[in-house]
């Protein structure tokens, strides 16, 4: 393994579950280390993991310059302040929402940064959100108190509101094309809706329940893999999750079966061990890693050379089209369909279903 990324995770595991590297590699190469770190969204991690072997063990990383020891610690402190800012923004949202009569339920981010032990350390990006009915609505208070709401995309709606923007989901996954997604849709929308809920702080954001989480996590992060790759920030929001979610039943593994999940649940699961040191309770023995995933893992480290523009809706799907035909193997290794098969049906339902109707397969 590469020494310098197995340093990398090192830092991730010290920082995160606080084990202690055996051995830590002597050929680091630091400056790129902080770039990888930087790269894969887990900079303030790793620099936790850091301060923290220095402090409690005296470890000297040798080679490790000022500037770049200056600059890691700097964009640390940036993550965990931009993190706050968010928040509190997002909070705000929340609250004139909840004047409204509108309950705020959070997508992704915000909601698997609370199985961090330091949830500011986790790399915000926006507040994805689910209304429970009250998606126009909420729109339509926005819209009182000013802000401009972006209603081009069929999922979701789009806002500006402070230091967060903010994605008001009418829909919460990609459901066009195939049956089973619109039913998925619905399945996740009754754990959103009806499960108990958990209120972030002192705030009226509130949490969805764990099964919720692990299920859309995995379906989000899925689509992202595929299509354009993800990063070592996403494998540590699975190892989270699995370190303190209670929901690895019959009945989730079920939902990954008919949802083209399970390969890729059980790839991550083996890579939330190796990259964060969590293994999974259902885990006996050895942790052995398959071809599949060392090609997840390496994946990792080119995300930059995939990655899609999303603010220019042809280029995106242009290089959305590259990356799929240049990436045949994710889809033999993670997929129940063809590359082939996937990428007709993705142009396919983008030009003949506009607006897909769900309502038909709801109880």
Known sequence: MDKTKEALYGLIRMALIGERPMAFPESVDWNVLYDYAKMQGVAAIAMDGLQTLMNNIGFAPVGLGIKTKLQWYALAMSIEKRHTKQLESSKEVASVWHGAGIRTLVLKGFAFAQYYSKPMQRLASDMDCYLCGGYEVGNSEMERLGIKVNREDYRHSTFQYKDVFVENHKICTT?????????????????????????????????????????????????????????????????????????????????????????FAESMTRLAYVVCGVKASWMDGDVILQIQDKMLLDDCFRIADNAIKYGNSLKAHIQMVKNM????????????????IELISSVWSNWMEKEPKINQYQD
């Open 175 to 263: 459901v066009r094309g195939k049956k089973q997604r619109k039913c998925f849709e619905v399945y996740l929308r009754s754990l959103l809706e009806k499960e108990p809920t958990v209120c972030i702080d002192d705030s009226y954001l509130e949490m969805p329940c764990d099964r919720f989480n692990a299920l859309y996590f995995l379906q989000h992060c899925h689509r992202h893999f595929l299509r354009e790759g993800i990063t070592l920030r996403y494998i540590c929001d699975w190892a989270m999750i699995l370190q303190r979610a209670d929901c690895f039943d019959s009945d989730f593994w079920n939902e990954c079966e008919k949802n083209d999940l399970r390969p």
């Open 325 to 340: 035909l240049g990436m045949r193997w994710k889809y033999k290794y993670f997929s129940q369909r063809s590359m082939e």
